[in-house]
């Protein structure tokens, strides 16, 4: 029975748990390239690209800022219309990457007409939040980087897919995604702690040309590294155990079934909302991942999550100026649609308890 339905951290399976304990390695050694070689193809197999996906040793946040930092040296537009892209477009100013906003109102996606339009003023990259976590909207990501990639040939593309990839179906090399990055605590069902970026060859080149790209996230050291399977820093051994059987659970389920499960999640959760209270974001541009949902009843969030932690259930407030506004249900990972279904269930109880 899953017990976190929260955006991220999820539930881990306790074999994939178990799997962090194996003895540790040395970073330099052959059994730690064997273990970064045997995951790399099936890394890229789940997040559906060719191109080469580095590992970090950080959250998802630390590619948001490496994905700027190698490949803007003059101005990038940031799209923003939630809490974490408006994260993104503090992470450009805080690296002293100039960075426009491109802004909808919290609720609302980006549409490919805005993008191609704000894209023709001339930038080194967009970048675009997949699915906002704050707010529950999934933006219509293959319109939109097809719109950007006619509009401004020569713009690249940066997705944050923190809260999607490996739920979501996501086509970063048909789409002409450039970066494609998220952390492992939430579709992959990881433990916090990794995070991976599906680099396209259109960046490393840009990165070339970029100076003070930092270090730490640098990709052209990561790519030095990857080709003899290591990493420039220690990595997180016990994570990349964890990854590499969690690899195998992910691919033995199926890529189709296992975005057809979160699609089911997401309409069982989405239709109770609409029945009881309502759903934040747009029709049909909801999240398949998480659901905000707005709190019409004035519901004392507090409250509720206490009577759901009697129950072993957890579920999130509100994001920022969301908090006490809506409240958020996170149906990924290794959450099944049974599982959606009980916890609604245990929040029925809530709403109809006497008094
Ligand atoms: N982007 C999105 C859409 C997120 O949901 C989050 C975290 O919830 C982040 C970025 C930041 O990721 P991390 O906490 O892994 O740094």
Redesign the pocket.
């Known amino acids: 029975m899953a017990h976190l339905f929260v955006?991220?951290p999820t539930d881990v399976a306790p074999e994939i748990l178990a799997a962090q304990t194996h003895p540790m390695i040395g970073h330099r050694s052959q059994a730690c390239a064997d273990l970064f070689g045997r995951i790399q193809p099936r890394l890229r197999q789940v997040l559906q690209t060719g191109h080469r996906v580095f590992i970090t040793a950080s959250?998802?946040?630390?590619l948001?800022e490496a994905a700027l930092r190698n490949t803007v040296a003059r101005r990038a537009l940031v799209c923003v219309g939630g809490a974490?892209s408006e994260?993104w477009h503090e992470i450009a100013l805080a690296n002293g990457v100039s960075a426009d906003r491109l802004e909808v109102a919290w609720g609302e996606p980006h549409t490919p007409e805005q993008v191609a339009e704000a894209v023709r003023r001339g930038y080194d990259a967009v970048a675009i939040?997949h699915?906002?976590?704050s707010t529950g909207v999934e933006n219509p990501l293959a319109a939109i980087t097809e719109a950007a990639r006619a509009a401004a040939p020569n713009t690249l593309i940066l997705v944050?897919a923190?809260?999607s990839a490996a739920a979501v179906d996501i086509r970063p090399d048909a789409w002409g995604v450039d970066v494609l990055l998220t952390?492992s605590?939430?579709g992959f069902a990881l433990p916090?702690g990794l995070?991976f970026a599906a680099v396209s060859d259109r960046a490393l080149d840009r990165a070339a040309s970029v100076p003070h790209r930092g270090w730490y996230f640098d990709f052209l050291l990561l790519e030095k590294y990857l080709q003899q399977n290591n990493t420039p820093a220690t990595p997180a051994i016990s994570l990349l155990y964890a990854l590499d059987a969690q690899l195998d659970r992910i691919l033995a389920e199926g890529l189709p079934a296992r975005f057809a499960r979160h699609e089911r999640m997401a309409a069982v959760a989405q239709a109770w909302a609409e029945e009881r209270f309502a759903v934040f974001a747009r029709a049909g541009f909801r999240s398949k991942t998480v659901t905000t949902i707005v709190n019409t009843r004035g519901l004392d969030i507090a409250a509720l999550s206490s009577h759901l932690a009697r129950a072993g259930m957890a579920i999130a407030n509100g994001y920022g100026p969301l908090k006490g506004k809506t409240f958020r249900i996170g149906h990924m990972g290794e959450i099944t649609p049974d599982d959606v279904a009980a916890l609604l269930a245990e929040i029925d109880r809530f709403l109809d308890r006497p008094g």
Request: a neutral charge; zero cysteines; hydrophobic letters at 20%.
């Open positions: 955006p991220g959250s998802g946040s630390g948001q974490f994260r939040v699915n906002e976590t944050d923190v809260s952390s605590q939430k916090p995070a």
